[in-house]
């Protein structure tokens, strides 16, 4: 009788166990999905969280009412304002997809899903992540919207300064490269260093004058020179021409403008893009540099010149001139009214220095012994009509006589100038 009963208190236990891996086995479940799309006639799911472990209905009464939910809608359709009153509570819950974390970069998508066990259908809505709304608490009285005058003020040039400004503190080393070649090359002197460098063009001029006015021969309107040097390195120095300033500008653009696609080398003037292989091809990186800058500082010269010219304002227009580069040239290259401002055309005296600048730095590229063909078709001039401006550098044209031969330009060590013309005035008459 005992072994009986053990028998069948066996039996059930192992049905019971059966029973219970069969309830823990998974059945297959055979649903549908049915993906919603967006209706722009229905307004799409929104998700509300509260970000602390506050729990709006710990407290609350079930009473069968839910929560006072209300949705606003800006004028702008894409601004939502989602308020959120729990049942029972006196504070108003309000979050917004235009603000505050909302503002933040979207990285995640999200997608609401509802399963029906009776027709075995999933229903798979795609929430927006503008449509997610962080629920921070709002006092009557105390809280107020956001000023969106405030949030629309600023300018093109401030959102930039603050994108520059997130760039350098989460940025990569690249991108931080970038923002710094940038600044350089719109970097402007401050007010006080441009009143300085004011007067002191003012003295210079007052000395010039003085020394012009002492000696028979008019000052030269040429760049900086030596007389004394015995080399024509030292005869023109380059220092005085492109200042340390200019120099470090030009050259953090070097990569950009040599060495990428980006510019097309139709851009360039037809010296520049001639000796851009021979620039390429030099393995000293000093020497390199120093050739790369005066190509550059030609190319910014001969661009300013067109941009002046009312015949070739047109092949100027798309290129940007550094600004600090832009400054110094219109302090060099152009006259000043009775007002102090600067005109818009350059004088012959000053479209001839502007010349005499370019000529000179295409002599120091070519090793100071230039072919003047492709220079001249820069300048919109003959190689004749360049012939004064080489000599009044103390140039010397070797060779070219005969049919198709073109005369070298040459600069021979001490300089030694030719006699400036001087126009007598005559009574009665005017020049």
Same mark, same amino acid.
């Given at each position: 009788?005992?072994?009986?009963?053990?028998?069948?208190?066996?039996?059930?236990?192992?049905?019971?166990?059966?029973?219970?891996?069969?309830?823990?086995?998974?059945?297959?479940?055979?649903?549908?999905?049915?993906?919603?799309?967006?209706?722009?006639?229905?307004?799409?799911?929104?998700?509300?969280?509260?970000?602390?472990?506050?729990?709006?209905?710990?407290?609350?009464?079930?009473?069968?009412?839910?929560?006072?939910?209300?949705?606003?809608?800006?004028?702008?359709?894409?601004?939502?304002?989602?308020?959120?009153?729990?049942?029972?509570?006196?504070?108003?819950?309000?979050?917004?997809?235009?603000?505050?974390?909302?503002?933040?970069?979207?990285?995640?998508?999200?997608?609401?899903?509802?399963?029906?066990?009776?027709?075995?259908?999933?229903?798979?809505?795609?929430?927006?992540?503008?449509?997610?709304?962080?629920?921070?608490?709002?006092? /009557? $009285?105390?809280?107020?919207? =956001?000023?969106?005058?405030?949030?629309?003020?600023? !300018?093109?040039? %401030?959102?930039? *300064? &603050?994108?520059?400004?997130?760039?350098?503190?989460?940025?990569?080393?690249?991108?931080?490269?970038?923002?710094?070649?940038?600044?350089?090359?719109?970097?402007?002197?401050?007010?006080?260093?441009?009143?300085?460098?004011?007067?002191?063009?003012?003295?210079?001029?007052?000395?010039?004058?003085?020394? /012009? $006015?002492?000696?028979?021969? =008019?000052?030269?309107?040429?760049?900086?020179?030596? !007389?004394?040097? %015995?080399?024509? *390195? &030292?005869?023109?120095?380059?220092?005085?021409?492109?200042?340390?300033?200019?120099?470090?500008?030009?050259?953090?653009?070097?990569?950009?403008?040599?060495?990428?696609?980006?510019?097309?080398?139709?851009?360039?003037?037809?010296?520049?893009?001639?000796?851009?292989?021979?620039?390429?091809?030099?393995?000293?990186?000093?020497?390199?540099?120093?050739?790369?800058?005066?190509?550059?500082?030609? !190319?910014?010269?001969?661009?300013?010149?067109?941009?002046?010219?009312?015949?070739?304002?047109?092949?100027?227009?798309?290129?940007?001139?550094?600004?600090?580069?832009?400054?110094?040239?219109?302090?060099?290259?152009?006259?000043?009214?009775?007002?102090?401002?600067?005109?818009?055309?350059?004088?012959?005296?000053?479209?001839?220095?502007?010349?005499?600048?370019?000529?000179?730095?295409?002599?120091?590229?070519?090793?100071?012994?230039?072919?003047?063909?492709?220079?001249?078709?820069?300048?919109?001039?003959?190689?004749?009509?360049?012939?004064?401006?080489?000599?009044?550098?103390?140039?010397?044209?070797?060779?070219?006589?005969?049919?198709?031969?073109?005369?070298?330009?040459?600069?021979?060590?001490?300089?030694?100038?030719?006699?400036?013309?001087?126009?007598?005035?005559?009574?009665?008459?005017?020049?």
């Amino acid at each position: 009788m005992a072994e009986q009963e053990l028998e069948m208190e066996l039996e059930d236990y192992s049905l019971k166990k059966e029973k219970k891996k069969k309830r823990k086995r998974k059945q297959p479940i055979d649903l549908k999905i049915e993906m919603v799309k967006e209706n722009q006639e229905k307004i799409a799911p929104l998700v509300g969280y509260f970000p602390t472990g506050y729990d709006p209905h710990k407290k609350a009464q079930d009473d069968g009412n839910g929560d006072d939910v209300k949705v606003y809608r800006h004028v702008r359709r894409s601004r939502l304002e989602l308020v959120v009153k729990p049942k029972g509570s006196k504070v108003n819950f309000v979050g917004t997809n235009y603000s505050g974390e909302a503002e933040a970069p979207i990285s995640c998508q999200y997608a609401l899903g509802v399963f029906d066990k009776e027709t075995q259908t999933l229903k798979i809505v795609k929430i927006e992540s503008n449509k997610i709304f962080r629920l921070e608490p709002k006092f /009557a $009285g105390k809280d107020k919207a =956001p000023d969106e005058a405030k949030v629309e003020a600023l !300018t093109a040039q %401030e959102r930039a *300064e &603050r994108l520059n400004d997130l760039t350098m503190a989460l940025g990569t080393k690249k991108a931080k490269k970038q923002v710094r070649e940038k600044a350089n090359l719109n970097r402007k002197e401050n007010e006080e260093t441009q009143k300085q460098m004011g007067e002191k063009i003012k003295k210079l001029k007052v000395l010039a004058n003085a020394t /012009a $006015g002492d000696n028979s021969e =008019p000052a030269r309107n040429i760049p900086y020179h030596d !007389t004394t040097a %015995e080399t024509p *390195e &030292r005869a023109y120095p380059i220092e005085k021409i492109i200042s340390k300033g200019e120099n470090e500008i030009l050259q953090k653009a070097l990569h950009y403008l040599f060495y990428t696609e980006k510019v097309a080398l139709e851009a360039f003037p037809i010296f520049v893009r001639n000796r851009i292989q021979k620039m390429k091809e030099i393995e000293d990186e000093t020497e390199r540099q120093t050739l790369g800058v005066i190509l550059s500082y030609m !190319t910014h010269l001969i661009k300013f010149k067109d941009k002046h010219s009312v015949d070739h304002k047109a092949s100027a227009k798309d290129h940007r001139i550094p600004e600090m580069l832009l400054q110094s040239f219109n302090s060099k290259f152009k006259d000043a009214d009775d007002g102090g401002k600067k005109k818009r055309e350059m004088s012959g005296p000053k479209n001839d220095l502007l010349i005499s600048h370019v000529l000179l730095l295409s002599l120091m590229v070519d090793d100071f012994n230039s072919n003047p063909t492709d220079i001249a078709q820069d300048l919109r001039m003959t190689t004749l009509k360049l012939r004064p401006h080489y000599l009044n550098l103390g140039v010397k044209m070797v060779g070219g006589k005969g049919k198709g031969k073109i005369a070298q330009a040459t600069l021979p060590v001490p300089l030694n100038f030719p006699p400036m013309e001087q126009r007598r005035r005559k009574k009665g008459r005017k020049y």
